[in-house]
């Protein structure tokens, strides 16, 4: 799979992810024990796993959108996949300590989320870093 075909695919994943979130049947409601947010609005666990909330939605829906629009070009597609890669796998770590794993209390990021931000990053980092590089040739 090309560069292009990843930011275009990841797009197209996270756009519809993102409506999910939306759509009142397919969350489930949070946990007695779960962090409180300041933004409580829409906040539930997409699929039974995946905490949610309205600004997790239009996130997965702007990050969504970059892939769709990323997939124009090489550059382009590229540099969406690299992004990807740092601002999941930071996202990854910070849903692993309790003070940050809300974002400051606006984006719930903890339990599921944090391995799938992780295996996120890696494969936005497999096609930022090592798909579509020239490869050296013998002389």
Same mark, same amino acid.
């Given at each position: 799979?090309?560069?292009?075909?990843?930011?275009?695919?990841?797009?197209?994943?996270?756009?519809?992810?993102?409506?999910?979130?939306?759509?009142?049947?397919?969350?489930?409601?949070?946990?007695?024990?779960?962090?409180?947010?300041?933004?409580?609005?829409? %906040? =539930?666990? !997409?699929?039974?796993?995946?905490?949610?909330? &309205? @600004?997790?939605?239009?996130?997965? *829906?702007?990050?969504? +959108?970059?892939?769709?629009?990323?997939?124009?070009?090489?550059?382009?597609?590229?540099?969406?996949?690299?992004?990807?890669?740092?601002? %999941? =796998?930071? !996202?990854?770590?910070?849903?692993?300590?309790? &003070? @940050?794993?809300?974002?400051?209390? *606006?984006?719930?990021? +903890?339990?599921?989320?944090?391995?799938?931000?992780?295996?996120?990053?890696?494969?936005?980092?497999?096609?930022?870093?090592?798909?579509?590089?020239?490869?050296?040739?013998?002389?």
């Amino acid at each position: 799979m090309s560069v292009r075909y990843f930011a275009m695919a990841a797009g197209l994943i996270y756009v519809l992810v993102g409506v999910l979130g939306f759509v009142p049947g397919v969350k489930t409601t949070p946990h007695a024990s779960d962090p409180a947010l300041a933004v409580h609005q829409g %906040y =539930g666990y !997409l699929l039974g796993l995946f905490p949610v909330n &309205v @600004l997790h939605n239009l996130v997965h *829906l702007a990050i969504g +959108f970059w892939g769709m629009a990323a997939y124009a070009t090489f550059e382009a597609s590229r540099t969406f996949s690299r992004g990807l890669a740092i601002i %999941y =796998g930071l !996202l990854a770590v910070m849903g692993l300590f309790p &003070v @940050l794993n809300t974002t400051f209390g *606006l984006v719930p990021i +903890f339990s599921h989320d944090v391995w799938l931000h992780a295996l996120t990053a890696l494969v936005a980092a497999y096609f930022g870093w090592l798909v579509g590089v020239p490869r050296p040739t013998r002389a």
